[in-house]
């Protein structure tokens, strides 16, 4: 089975700044892709990124990027020019290849932008 | 273009009564996905159809918990004898497919809670 860890339940940042969300997984396969999420608190799930384990190179999303290091199992989001709207839950999420869109979910990072 | 919608938004019910959540998925998206998400928790699949077949249905925790998705659109999650632990926001999402190409929407979710 599949495991997503997020290490951080809260944190905040300075509107305007960066910020960097962790995320570590756990898996035997070798084959999967990873996710990124936004919960606002309106409750929808929103994607904000995805990186197939395959590619070496690290996903960009305008103020969004990702730093995937395979061999260390980390998926770590980074959050650049951070704006009010940005605040909300972020999961971190994993899914084997092939696996019909079902997705493992870490238990989520708590993010403040504060003005 | 309306997004992935469900119904009741809240849910209210006693400990022991039936309860039926119901998702309105995109129009034309074929894949349909019901996660659980307790308080201050990442989701949980439950279970997730393609067409109007249960694809997996390895995520649902006990025979209490059934879906259906009789004309491959909307989806209805039943469950049965509800208990207090069932308390959370079940979400839906759909996708056009059940391929990594096809990211999910999700909708706002349905929040239970079992007095």
């Known amino acids: 089975a599949q495991t997503v860890t997020q290490s951080q339940p809260e944190m905040s940042v300075q509107e305007a700044e960066t910020v960097t969300l962790s995320c570590t997984y756990d898996t035997s396969e070798s084959n999967y892709y990873l996710f990124w999420y936004k919960q606002p608190p309106s409750r929808q799930m929103i994607l904000v990124i995805r990186q197939e384990a395959y590619k070496q190179q690290n996903a960009t999303e305008n103020r969004f990027s990702v730093n995937f290091q395979k061999a260390a199992k980390s998926f770590s989001l980074k959050i650049s020019d951070s704006q009010l709207g940005d605040t909300a839950m972020y999961f971190c999420a994993f899914m084997l290849y092939n696996a019909g869109n079902m997705l493992t979910f870490g238990g989520g990072t708590r993010l403040m932008v504060k003005p | 273009g309306a997004g992935v919608s469900q119904t009741p938004s809240n849910k209210v019910t006693e400990k022991g009564k039936y309860v039926e959540l119901r998702c309105d998925p995109i129009?034309?998206?074929?894949?349909l996905y019901w996660y659980r998400q307790s308080l201050g928790q990442g989701p949980e699949f439950l279970i997730y159809f393609q067409g109007t077949g249960a694809a997996d249905d390895s995520g649902l925790p006990n025979d209490r918990f059934f879906a259906v998705r009789p004309e491959g659109s909307v989806s209805t999650l039943k469950i049965q004898r509800t208990e207090r632990g069932d308390s959370a926001m079940y979400l839906c999402a759909s996708s056009l497919d059940s391929s990594y190409n096809s990211p999910l929407h999700f909708g706002n979710g349905t929040r239970l809670t079992v007095t």
């Open positions: 129009s034309g998206h074929t894949a």
